[in-house]
Every structure is written in structure tokens, then in C-alpha cells.
């Protein structure tokens, strides 16, 4: 960086003068402390946590300090556990021990290191847990199951809240001795703080329920602990559910209300504003079938209950305009971003510094970082595969190869794309070839399915727009044998062909229409049988979806439950719309045979079968590896005919999978080149 360029997130100057996102940019005071810019990287559950001890990792802290290198104000670490009862969920850490200082001592020095500040989130799942995590009942106010976890849990005595107020007071000693800089009272998304808030779940009738006074309780005993306990000099503020969406539940005014009880009653120096519980779950972390920014005005509606204390707004506040607007309408005082700062650590400097078309957006998807945690693993991303690898190939340590190699990329879709970023990333000299006219494979074809899914394209339109920048030679409309993919003498070249429509083996296949074709060129008739052959998920799902839109009478047939590999978040907005638009489900049931005008089908539980009246079947089948010029250059290397060429295969045409896995291959493949 030169001298005179910004610090990353203290500046916003840009190439065309002047400040380009003043109020994002400008300090805030946050009580006794100042952070350096507005851009939050708001409190998650990464699950880059030791699942045996529920202590954070070092990769945690390399996850978070990539953010705060990337130039954010302030970095929040997630739910933390108070009581050994929260800890009721795989990969989250517990902060009720003096055994968890070290970690998070460890954490905050690296975030700090990079010139944010670092809070620490105060958390107890309450009901909203698995007891299967610790063995260990759930916590509530009172003794009715959540409808998402459908456990019973324990109705909390007056000793438990003794007990608990208790270790929200050590458990802020203990952030506070490993350093943090302050406190964030977890009051939303239905957690316990949240439950006692909620009629929703709060059935209580002692001095812990019924009427808002008494539901704001513990809350506030919680958050005089912890006053008490840090004094005024380390800043203390809560998150909350502005709208629970469900019967009961917390509302913008009612959520108001309980910020103006609290203030009145105990100092908080910020009010953090979000929305949904686990039975709205869906909007808690919206994905691109929402509007962008779709709950920010919950932020303002509670602003006007926070005298003057900074107000934060949350949830899909993908690009620095809509943020900077956001700031500017006095909707609130500062953003907070997850996701985009998971899919770009660079997000705040680049704003910051001019690089704003450089911002690899966030598209909303949640395949990667809700995904991640829906199968039991950590989070990871679709547009960023270095998530959780921050400490080997963050953005500060893909360095430039010691020397330039030339490089020939075979396929433009996502893999193909990620292939020649990275290796031009790295200094290669990089040719790519692209059978169609159009770079991003099928990515395009999936995008084009509805409207809303447009954003799944930004992910290879932002590439495709990086390699051009990045000087890679696009030879695009021309479809590359292994010959014309040797043509340059590259000593490597990444096969990155992609995958090809598979089939159903039943009598009758040949009818079957796939499902990319329908989409790009629909089908006749007006009652359309679509086949899922058990992937459930976003392909079948928005081929119906499209059907259903152009008019037809859909009835999606699958193996097991409707959209069953989608995460738990982007689910039931889709069984929503599904349903909403007419179609049919017929679960437990594949294909066996199609003929004109019928499709016979099989029910998986008995094996009984029954005959639909279909005008046209679609089907959506696992892909088939399109892997002709992987075999073709791995036979040349046989033949010892290209001694000295490393030979790739990334993506579909290794195994046909998503996006996600086509990415992930490509980067591993050229990272190190
Ligand atoms: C993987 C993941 C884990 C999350 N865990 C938490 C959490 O522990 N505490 C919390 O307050 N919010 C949590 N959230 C919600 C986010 O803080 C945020 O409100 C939500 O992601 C919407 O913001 P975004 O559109 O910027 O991602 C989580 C979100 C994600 C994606
Ligand atoms: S996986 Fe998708 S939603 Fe999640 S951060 Fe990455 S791009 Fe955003």
C-alpha cells in the first residue's frame, strides 16, 4: 500500500474525488469507545470451534482477523455459552469456564491486531437447541416445546435464573480479561434472553411473565450483571428481534417498548436490530428470494426508543450504496453484515478504497454458509472457497508464483472461472476457452429459471468480469479439443468441461425432457409430471417452479420429502412458494415408465404403483461428467506425449456436482501453482 493510500476502513476516498460512502466511513461512539468505521462484522456461529471442548480455535481467530484486515469498525463474536444448558447445539463455544479465557484472549489480540474492535456476544439457546450437543436438557421459560426442535424443555425454577444471571456476570468478567472491548446481550432470534421477552414462548405466571414488565425481567437483571460487573468503561449492548412473524410474538412496537423499559432502567450503549425466531427461521437469514435490505426499517422503528444510543440494522445489506442509504435515511447509525463479509473479507477496504467493483457480493444463496452447518460442518461459502483457510489463503497470502507459467483453462462455467482467476491471481499467463459465446456455464441456465434466482449469476458474472481485468485471454464461442487446448505449449492446463444433462433408465426415457431444456425452452402442454431423481433440491425445485409460472399444472415427483438437501433456511420460503404457485407434490415416489401422455410412477415405501396423466414429463437427473478432453490429455500423458504438462480435471466434469464443489476444486487446484 502506498503512504498515501487510506488505512483499510478508515478512509473513503475515490477515484472520481471525494468521499464516496461518508457516513459509512465516519467513526462511531459506541459509549466509551470509538470504532473506525460503520461496517460490523455482526455475530455468527462460524463453527471453527473445538467440537470436543467448545473452545475457539485458532482458525477462528484468523477468520475473524481476515475481517478486520479487510477493514470492518467492529467484529462481534458469536453466541458465546453462559451455562453449560446453552451449549445445546454441534460447534459452539462455551465461554462458562476460566478454561475459555486463553482462546479468547488469543481471538481478540489477532482481531485487534488488525485495528478493529471486538465484542462478545452473550448467549443461551435456551429451547431452541438439540439436547443430543450436551446430553443435557434445554432451559425455558416455561415448559413448551419450540415448534423447530420439538423437545420439551425444563421450565427454569427461581434458582436456575439465580444460577444463570450469575454466569452471564462471570462469563462477561471473562471477555473482559481476555481482552474484548465489549458486550453484546443476546436478546434475539428466540434464544433464551429472547424467550423470556416473548409470549410467544414466555407462558409464566410469576414475576418472570405475563405482562411486558415482567417478561423484561431477566433481561434486565442479566444486563445489570453484566453492568455491574464491567463498569462504565467497557460498552454493553443487546440484540434484538424487532418481529418475530409468528402469533404472539414480538413486534416492532412491542420490541420498542422493551428498549425503552430497558433503557430506562440500566445503561446500553447500542441496540442491535434483527428479526425472526427458529419458527420464522426462514427470514432470520433471508436469502435472494427476498428483496435486498428487506427488514432495515425494523431498525428504524426501534431507533426512535434508543435516546440517541446508536442503533444497528442487519440482513442482506449486500452492497456499500444500499448501506451508505441506509445510514443517510437515518435508519440507523451502522450496518451490520454477515454473509457479505463472508463472501468478500475485503468488503469495507474495497468500499473504502475505490475498489468498489471489485466487492465480491454476496448472492444470498446460503448454499455455503447455511449449507455448511445444515450437514454438520462449518460454514463455507460459494463465491469465497477460502473460508476457514484464512491463515494459508486469505486475501493477504495468495501471493504472486515465483514464476509465471502459461495456463490453459478448458470451460468457462464457475469452475473453469475460478480456475483462471486464481492462476492469474497468482501471475500465470492464462488462456481460457469457452464453447459457448457466453461465459458462466450452467450457472446461466439455473439463474435464468425465475427471476429472483438472477443473483446466483452474479457469482461467474463477477468472474468473468476479474479474468477479463485480470488480462486472461477469453477464446469464447470455440470449443476446445485436447489439441486446441495444447495449441500454446501450457505446462498446465484445468479441464473444466463441465457436465451434461443425465437421464432416467425407465421405459420411456427418451421422452423425459431435461430439465435445463424445459427452462431454456419450455414444454407442451398444460399437466407436466416433473421427476426429481433425488437430489432435492434448488434444480428441481426452481424447474417447478418455472413450470408452474409459465402456466402448467406441475406435479413434482421425488424420492424422499420436497427440497429435503436444501438448508433449513431457504426451505420453507421455497415449499411456500411451491405450493403457493400450485404444485403438487407426490413424495416418496420416482418415476418408473412414460408414455404418451402418462407417466407411471413408483411409491418408494411399497413399491405400489399408479399411472399420472402427463401432457409433458420433465425430468431433473443427475448430471453425467462430460469428461472426453480429461480423458483425452490423460491419455496423451500416457503416451508420455506431454511429459512436462500437469493435467486438472475441476468441477462437473470430475464429478458432477454445484457450484460450491466446482469452485472449491478450482481453487485448490491453482492456488499453488
Ligand atoms: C452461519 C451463521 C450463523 C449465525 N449465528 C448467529 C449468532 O450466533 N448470533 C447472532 O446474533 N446472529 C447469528 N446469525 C445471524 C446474523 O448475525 C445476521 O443477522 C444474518 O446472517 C443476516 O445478515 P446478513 O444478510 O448480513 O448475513 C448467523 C448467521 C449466519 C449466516
Ligand atoms: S454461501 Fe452464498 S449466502 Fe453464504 S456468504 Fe457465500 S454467497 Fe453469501
Not at 264 to 282: E, G, P
Not at 427 to 444: C, K, T
Not at 620 to 631: F, K, T
Not at 635 to 655: F, N, S
Request: hydrophobic share 45%.
Amino acid at each position: 500500500m502506498s503512504p498515501d493510500a487510506p488505512a483499510p476502513g478508515a478512509g473513503a476516498s475515490n477515484p472520481s474525488g471525494g468521499p464516496r460512502y461518508p457516513l459509512l466511513f465516519r467513526p462511531l461512539r459506541i459509549g466509551p469507545l470509538e470504532i473506525r468505521n460503520r461496517v460490523i462484522f455482526a455475530g455468527h456461529g462460524s463453527r471453527f470451534v473445538d467440537w470436543h471442548t467448545h473452545q475457539l480455535t485458532e482458525r477462528q481467530g484468523h477468520y475473524l482477523a481476515e475481517r478486520a484486515a479487510g477493514g470492518v469498525g467492529l467484529v462481534i463474536q458469536g453466541s458465546s455459552m453462559v451455562h453449560p444448558t446453552g451449549l445445546a447445539a454441534a460447534g459452539v463455544n462455551e465461554v462458562y469456564s476460566d478454561a475459555a479465557i486463553p482462546a479468547y484472549a488469543r481471538v481478540a489480540e489477532m482481531v485487534q491486531a488488525e485495528g478493529a474492535a471486538i465484542f462478545g456476544q452473550l448467549s443461551h439457546l435456551g429451547r431452541q437447541g438439540d439436547t443430543f450437543a450436551n446430553h443435557r436438557e434445554l432451559w425455558a421459560p416455561s415448559a413448551v416445546a419450540d415448534p423447530a426442535s420439538r423437545v420439551v424443555p425444563h421450565a427454569m425454577t427461581r434458582r436456575d435464573i439465580a444460577d444463570l444471571i450469575d454466569c452471564y456476570r462471570s462469563a462477561a468478567r471473562r471477555l473482559v480479561l481476555a481482552g474484548f472491548d465489549g458486550i453484546e446481550v443476546y436478546l434475539a432470534h428466540g434464544y433464551l434472553l429472547c424467550e423470556f421477552l416473548s409470549r410467544f414462548s414466555n407462558r409464566r405466571a410469576d414475576g418472570y411473565g405475563g405482562p411486558l414488565e415482567n417478561r423484561c425481567r431477566l433481561p434486565l437483571e442479566v444486563l445489570e450483571a453484566v453492568r455491574a460487573e464491567v463498569g462504565d468503561s467497557v460498552p454493553v449492548g443487546i440484540r434484538v428481534s424487532a418481529e418475530e412473524f409468528v402469533p404472539d410474538g414480538l413486534s416492532p412496537g412491542e420490541c420498542s417498548e422493551i428498549v425503552a423499559h430497558l433503557m430506562a432502567r440500566t445503561r446500553l450503549d447500542y441496540v442491535s436490530v434483527s428479526q425472526s425466531n427458529y419458527a420464522s427461521i426462514d427470514r432470520m437469514i433471508p436469502d435472494m428470494s427476498f428483496p435486498r435490505a428487506p427488514f432495515a426499517h425494523y431498525a428504524g422503528a426501534v431507533r426512535a426508543a434508543t435516546d440517541g444510543a446508536p442503533v444497528f440494522a442487519v440482513a442482506r445489506l449486500v452492497s456499500p450504496e444500499q448501506c451508505e442509504a441506509l445510514l443517510e435515511a437515518g435508519t440507523a447509525d451502522a450496518v451490520c453484515l454477515v454473509r457479505p463479509l463472508i463472501a468478500d473479507p475485503e468488503w469495507a477496504a474495497k468500499a473504502a478504497d475505490g475498489r468498489r467493483e471489485d466487492i465480491r457480493e454476496c448472492i444470498s444463496c446460503n448454499v455455503g454458509c447455511r449449507g455448511g452447518p445444515h450437514r454438520g460442518s462449518p460454514i463455507a461459502c460459494l463465491v469465497n472457497p477460502a473460508v476457514g483457510e484464512e491463515a494459508r489463503w486469505g486475501f493477504r497470502r495468495l501471493g504472486r508464483a515465483s514464476a509465471p507459467r502459461r495456463v490453459t483453462v478448458v470451460g468457462g462455467g464457475p469452475g473453469g472461472l475460478k480456475a483462471a482467476e486464481t492462476a492469474a491471481l497468482r501471475g500465470h499467463d492464462v488462456v481460457l476457452w469457452e464453447a459457448s459465446v457466453r461465459l458462466g456455464g450452467q450457472v446461466l441456465v439455473a439463474a435464468a429459471a425465475m427471476d429472483y434466482r438472477d443473483e446466483f449469476a452474479e457469482s461467474v458474472r463477477f468472474l468473468a468480469r476479474q479474468v477479463r481485468k485480470l488480462g486472461v485471454e477469453l477464446r469464447t464461442g470455440s470449443r476446445a479439443d485436447a489439441a486446441l487446448a495444447l495449441q500454446n505449449e501450457p505446462s498446465c492446463v484445468v479441464v473444466a468441461t463441465g457436465g451434461l444433462p443425465g437421464g432416467f433408465e425407465v421405459p420411456g426415457s427418451e421422452r423425459v425432457v431435461p430439465a435445463q431444456t424445459a427452462i431454456s425452452h419450455g414444454v407442451a402442454g398444460p399437466r407436466v409430471v416433473l421427476a426429481d431423481a433425488g437430489e432435492a433440491g434448488w434444480k428441481a425445485c426452481t424447474t417447478a417452479e418455472n413450470l408452474a409460472a409459465a402456466g402448467h399444472a406441475v406435479t413434482l415427483v421425488t424420492p424422499g420429502s420436497v427440497a429435503v438437501a436444501m438448508d433449513a433456511f431457504s426451505r420453507p420460503p421455497m415449499l411456500r412458494r411451491l405450493r403457493a404457485a400450485g404444485v403438487e407434490f407426490l413424495e416418496y415416489h420416482t418415476l418408473s415408465a412414460v408414455s404418451l401422455g402418462t407417466a407411471e410412477v413408483t411409491e418408494t415405501l411399497t413399491g405400489r404403483r399408479s399411472t399420472l396423466a402427463a401432457d409433458s414429463v420433465v425430468g431433473s437427473a443427475y448430471d453425467i461428467a462430460d469428461d472426453a478432453v480429461y480423458n483425452e490429455l490423460l491419455a496423451l500423458q500416457d503416451e508420455g506425449r506431454i511429459p512436462d504438462t500437469e493435467v486438472h480435471a475441476v468441477g462437473d466434469c470430475l464429478a458432477p456436482r454445484g457450484a460450491i464443489d466446482a469452485i472449491w476444486d478450482a481453487f485448490r487446484v491453482t492456488r499453488d501453482l
